[in-house]
């Protein structure tokens, strides 16, 4: 059973889109990446003038004793400038991952390193900002997620203060399992908050908050069918789960307009006999209200 989607009433979505804009834009970006990663940059270039081979980096790179920070700011580069096939993610691992494994399986993608020492011996002052831009491309991935989740949070503390409480990390942490609420459900599954009543403590939602500054194509497929995926878990284990439990999903930004990202949103919203709510910031106080959290 599924109640009429809200969200479909809705004519003019750009309306209802909470802009956070916290981006610093170019070219000031470029001067603070500098600042930033200038100190790793010219650890990378020395490394590369006393290293007999490229995969001789690698293993200096991620010795234990380096600076986490710093260990990544060069693996970032190394992944640039040496060795695109290698996962930054996985070679950041030092201790589940051995060195002589990663350049056992990839080291014959590895740039020769008589060509890197040519290329990094004087590294011109434009590279090196193309190098900072680089590394620090994805520094601020995530932020506008955090602060989505940050400002709901402090929205419901202060409408639901007697009421309610939420809890979930506000920014980069780990997310809630639910099993830890309820420990008869099986497998994983993670949640960005929890909503509680005051008085007895009892469960009355879960959310998940995603921020989409852009949003197409495979992306969208992801986000989209990852939602519905939580939606039919929560239902093919409702035996074990509270009996009018809700699932609120915080879906806000300018991605939120993309056609199929919008539709699918829209399905999405009133599932489950009205369980499930989509909402963003600037609709929370008309979509998430005690009347639907208490019924």
Not at 43 to 60: N, P, T, W
Not at 166 to 191: N, T
Request: proline share 4%; with cysteine; hydrophobic share 35%.
């Amino acid at each position: 059973m599924t109640e009429q989607s809200f969200l479909r009433t809705i004519s003019d979505v750009g309306r209802i889109i909470t802009a956070i804009d916290s981006t610093v834009r170019f070219p000031e970006v470029v001067d603070i990446l500098v600042a930033k990663y200038g100190g790793a940059i010219d650890i990378f270039c020395q490394l590369i003038a006393e290293s007999s081979s490229s995969a001789d980096v690698l293993r200096k790179i991620r010795t234990q004793g380096r600076d986490p920070d710093e260990r990544m700011a060069l693996l970032k580069m190394y992944r640039r400038c040496v060795a695109p096939v290698l996962d930054t993610e996985k070679t950041k691992k030092i201790r589940k991952v051995d060195s002589e494994t990663l350049i056992e399986n990839y080291g014959d993608t590895f740039k020769p390193i008589t060509k890197l020492q040519r290329q990094f011996a004087a590294l011109p002052k434009e590279y090196r900002y193309a190098l900072a831009a680089l590394v620090g491309e994805y520094d601020t991935r995530g932020q506008l997620g955090y602060q989505l989740t940050n400002e709901f949070f402090e929205w419901f503390e202060h409408t639901f203060s007697d009421l309610y409480t939420i809890d979930g990390p506000r920014g980069a942490g780990r997310d809630i399992e639910l099993s830890e609420l309820f420990p008869e459900f099986p497998g994983s599954y993670p949640c960005d908050f929890v909503i509680k009543r005051a008085a007895d403590d009892q469960v009355l939602a879960i959310g998940f908050a995603r921020y989409d500054s852009t949003r197409g194509g495979a992306q969208s497929d992801d986000r989209t069918g990852g939602n519905a995926n939580k939606v039919e878990k929560a239902k093919a284990f409702a035996s074990v789960l509270p009996r009018r439990l809700k699932l609120i999903f915080l879906s806000d930004g300018p991605g939120l307009e993309h056609g199929d990202t919008w539709e699918e949103s829209c399905a999405l919203d009133g599932q489950w006999g009205g369980r499930v709510r989509v909402t963003t910031l600037k609709l929370a106080e008309a979509r998430i209200t005690p009347d639907w959290l208490e019924g």
